[in-house]
């Protein structure tokens, strides 16, 4: 039990209320900044802090709220990826910010930098903490650059290409501070030129002869990686030149199977033109059982390529392929184990012929087996994640109407080389050319079939 004050005698402590005591204990109010911290925090346990309005706890460390009791413009910092917000909360019982005092969220995208002909690059520009100042500051965007790759600060400055700034920012009125909208301009122009998408469109660009046909370093070209090539320009927006329709229509019979035939009947689709005649060869491979050839492969691709011009696709050719789903959810190139990648082509297929419900469910599932914790795909278990393998899973997921797997869109642009390509896993560099052609449709988040 409390014990009570003498009445009459008065509690001066300037942290409490001066009245009588009796059997009451008496009530703190508001603490004084007179008081130190030792003083209005003996016996009341962890001293509470006043946070902004709205955010409480790790939002508002996320946030990046920081107090500034120093007068002067605002800096809102690009920290090129460096370092993590820190948010400082005015204590309860420190004094009120003055007038000149300014509490903002702070500006800060992270910028990544890679190394290209001995010149360090932006290639990335990461999502910002987007805000507003208030008070009488004058808010301006300056990048900070810091050494990398080893390099001193001042080398990395001279080296480190960034988009102009003079022109684009310009600081806002004193009696708004806020920060310009040029500002978010600014930073989607730069990650929209800086991303790997735009790395990859002209890497393969790059590869592109003068016949039409594209190829890998040293090699001539060839049909089939021609046509990846185009469905990987076409899915991110871009366009080869004008003799690749040309070429592709002149190597046709070099395509054979069902599966080469659809894939060059979706690379000419892509492109606009007309694919009658290897569309009338696919339609002749089709057997009574409702398969295009033997293969589980050719079947799925042959269903992309009809739905891809608008033709019907035959309903024993979706019970055919439903019936070659493992019991575990997956599908395998032939009628054996089922891997990753046909899972993922089949899922495409059935999506595109407006197939639900639980077959698309369970071949989901399945493909979360082949998930590492680096976020990448592998083609079979223990195999180890790759470029290919995670963009096939990715555009099932998106065909699917799902999101992609969490990690997989990052496990592929780690694999981003300076170049523009993209290496095969994180071992190996093989065939980058018909790799990036393949991440790229993943990237630009399009699944199969392409719409012309």
Known sequence: ???????????????????????????????????????????????????????????????????????????????????????????????????????????????????????????????????????????????????????????????????PTARALREAPPDRGRLDVRLVALAAAAAVAASPTAGGIRFLQAHQLESGGFAEAGSPAYPQLTAWAVLGLRAAGASPSGATAGYLVQHESEFTSAAGLALVVLAENALGQNSDRPLRRLRALQRPNGSVGPLVNGTAWSVLALRAVGAPVHRRTIRWLLARQTRAGGWGWTTGAADSNDTATVVEALRAARVTGRPIQRALRFLLRFRNRDGGFELTLGRGSDAQSTAWAVQAFLAAGKPPPRGALGYLERLHRPDGSFRYSTRYTTTPVWVTAQVLPALARKAFPLSS
């Open 1 to 163: 039990m409390a014990r009570s004050r003498p009445r009459g005698e008065q509690d001066t402590h300037p942290c409490r209320h001066p009245r009588g005591g009796g059997s009451r204990r008496a009530r703190p109010l508001r603490r004084d900044p007179r008081c130190s911290a030792r003083d209005g925090d003996r016996g009341r346990g962890r001293r509470r802090t006043r946070r902004p309005r709205g955010l409480r706890g790790r939002r508002a460390r996320r946030a990046g709220f920081e107090f500034l009791p120093r007068a002067g413009p605002l800096d809102a910092v690009a920290d090129a990826g460096l370092g993590r917000l820190r948010g400082r909360r005015r204590p309860r019982c420190a004094a009120r910010p003055t007038p000149r005092s300014v509490r903002a969220p702070l500006f800060r995208p992270r910028l990544r930098l890679q190394r290209a002909d001995g010149r360090l690059g932006v290639v990335q520009l990461l999502p910002a903490h987007l805000g507003r100042a208030d008070g009488p500051a004058r808010p301006r965007l300056l990048v900070r650059r810091r050494a990398c790759d080893r390099q001193r600060r001042d080398s990395a400055r001279r080296r480190t290409r960034v988009a």
